[in-house]
């Protein structure tokens, strides 16, 4: 964390604790993650995953620990739900960011 002063820094720290759940954290832990109303399941995951609680329309990426957009398959259940197809991605951390809200992080295993 870095700052200009105490309280940047403790801003900066309460904003990671935010974004980044702790990657130590058993897998019971993972089982679902809600942030900003968005879903993920099931996480950790191995061959798909779902979203619910989308926004109509809402534009999302996925995204791997480096930051660079990964291609993915969606396919729509309806208007709130997407299911998304992670057989191609590589054992890790994505990170899903949506148009608007938080970020949120699902495992591959």
Do not use: C, H
Request: no cysteine.
């Amino acid at each position: 964390m870095a700052g200009e002063n105490l309280s940047q820094i403790q801003n900066a720290t309460e904003d990671a604790q935010e974004q980044w759940p702790i990657i130590t954290s058993n897998q019971s832990t993972f089982s679902e993650i809600t942030q900003s109303g968005l879903k993920v399941f099931p996480n950790p995951a191995s061959k798909e995953i779902y979203l619910s609680n989308l926004k109509p329309g809402e534009n999302y990426e996925v995204l791997n620990t480096l930051g660079q957009v990964v291609g993915i398959e969606k396919e729509v259940i309806d208007s709130q739900m997407q299911r998304i197809n992670t057989s191609n991605l590589r054992k890790g951390i994505y990170l899903i960011k949506p148009s608007k809200g938080k970020i949120v992080r699902f495992v591959i295993e």
